[in-house]
């Protein structure tokens, strides 16, 4: 076998990107339940919950939106983490056999600068509603205080991340129960007061654009946010696993963590008008509750950004970085905490995280569904079979590229974000529709493109094993 097919040097230093060995995974479907339940129980995904009521949402609306949308995202998410246990490689490293190696580099880019910021956004939420707990135990609030509680909360995520994956399975092991316990209480805690399953601002037009935009952003869009790293933690586990045991087990650690949170939220937010602000749905809703949700936020916060600090550091190795793993986790790490350190300054995040969302839709859902049909399809031996995993690899495969890129500026026209509004939107009342043209328009270039290139290569094997 060549290990320069996939673009490796064969070195120690690719070594984390190469297979996980057989004998040493040891991931079971719990484990891949622990991972992204851990993953989004998050301060964030209150606030996003939030997000359709501020906008003018009832509560019936909110829920309907963004329980059906993360029943039809999770699938896409859940399909996902499956070349990785087929192949036992990182996200970055399988999507060269769509991408070509070269060619991938585009799209690990993209995600390198996904977990960097959601690493920062996340501990900016995760710090906020700390200091503003400290500050009601007696500790006031400064920029020190900010600034330690930011130090601690990254030292920590960081050191579990770049010990490695078996830190971050036991740590999850442990958590996820005492989170969902946590989350038991503060669920009660969020419909113990007065709360309208109706009673909503918008109404018509307006109201079907704004459940069009929160099906895409607190819906559909989050478990796609997550694709680009899902095989980087199901490649531990062994190949003898069936895929739909790690489908289901996938499926619903990501469906129940971010809906239950994204309810919550939005309860709070219905009964209290906290707005987007975590702090104050944390301090208002639950005061008896504060020391508890001090160790919730703080041990989400940790389990999520675990994530982003290690696949993070995939993603610069996947780059052709000569680091150690804990070389590369620890520069994504440093760099997301000046991103925390900066947001401190900013008030318009919750903006800035619904913009990151939109804009996450318009290149992620491409990529997802090139990389569904290259495994149910077009690279079925390598991604689902685990099969000829080094044969060799053009440097761009330009069938995926072209329908990548076609497919991800084609979602503007049905975009909406903060700083554009696609013309489609405007004429729907602001419905943001761009990960149906993404999933759609991908879709069909993508089967045409590749099945000539198929055929192509098909006829060229004819031709060298005919001729004499």
């Known amino acids: 076998m060549s ?19 057989e004998d040493e995974r040891k991931g079971t479907a719990i484990d891949q339940f622990s991972i992204w339940m851990g993953a989004n129980i998050s301060v964030t995904n209150w606030a ?14 909110a829920i309907l939106m963004m329980v059906l949308g993360n029943l039809v995202g999770a699938v896409f998410f859940a399909l996902t983490t499956l070349p990785g246990k087929n192949t036992g490689l990182t996200a970055m490293v399988s999507t060269r056999y769509s991408f070509g190696t070269k060619g991938a580099l585009s799209i690990t880019l993209l995600q390198l600068i996904n977990t960097i910021v959601w690493l920062g956004i996340n501990t900016y939420f995760a710090v906020n509603v ?28 960081v050191l579990v991340a770049v010990y490695g994956f078996r830190l971050i399975q036991r740590f999850d092991r ?34 079907f654009g704004m459940m069009a935009l929160i099906f895409a952003a607190a819906g559909i869009g989050w478990p796609l946010s997550w694709t680009t790293w899902a095989a980087d933690y199901s490649r531990h586990v062994p190949r ?36 987007l602000d975590p702090a104050a749905m944390v301090s208002q809703t639950i005061p008896g ?65 619904h913009q990151w969302m939109l804009t996450l ?29 080094y044969d060799p690899l053009p440097a761009v495969r330009w069938s995926a590229l072209a329908s990548w890129f076609i497919g991800s500026v084609a979602s503007l026209l049905y975009a909406n974000t903060p700083l554009y509004t696609g013309p489609f939107a405007k004429m729907s009342f602001g419905a943001d529709f761009s990960w149906v043209i993404g999933i759609g328009l991908t879709a069909v270039l993508y089967y045409a493109f590749a099945s000539i290139e198929k055929n192509r290569s098909a006829s060229v094997m004819l031709q060298e094993t005919t001729t004499p």
């Open 361 to 389: 839709i318009l290149w992620m859902t491409p990529w997802t569904v090139i990389t569904i049909m290259d495994l149910l399809y077009f690279k079925k031996d390598q991604l689902m079979n685990g099969q000829r995993l």
């Open 3 to 21: 290990e320069k097919a996939l673009g490796f040097a064969g070195t120690d230093d690719m070594k984390e990107l190469q297979p996980v060995p």
């Open 174 to 207: 442990v958590i996820v129960p005492l989170m969902f316990l946590m989350m038991l209480v503060m669920t009660w805690f969020a419909f113990d007061n007065p709360v309208s399953m109706t009673e909503g601002k918008l109404t018509g037009g307006e109201r």
């Open 130 to 157: 700390a200091v503003e707990i400290l500050n009601q135990l007696g500790i006031g609030k400064s920029f020190f205080v900010y600034f330690l509680s930011s130090l601690f909360i990254f030292a920590v995520q």
């Open 289 to 353: 509750f504060v020391l508890p949700a001090l160790i919730l936020i703080f041990l989400g916060t940790v389990s999520t950004n675990v994530l982003n600090v290690e696949s993070g550091g995939l993603s610069i190795l996947a780059m052709g970085a000569k680091l150690p793993r804990w070389g590369a986790g620890l520069i994504n790490g440093l760099i997301g905490f000046v991103i925390c350190i900066l947001s401190i300054y900013f008030e318009a995040i919750s903006g800035v995280m």
């Open 240 to 275: 003898s696993m069936s895929n739909g045991k790690l489908f289901w087990a996938s499926y619903l650690g990501m469906f129940v963590a971010t809906v239950w949170l994204e309810i919550v939220g939005a309860a709070i937010a219905q009964s209290m008008g906290t707005g």
């Open 48 to 61: 996003l919950g939030a997000l359709p009521i501020i906008l003018g949402l009832s509560l019936w609306d």
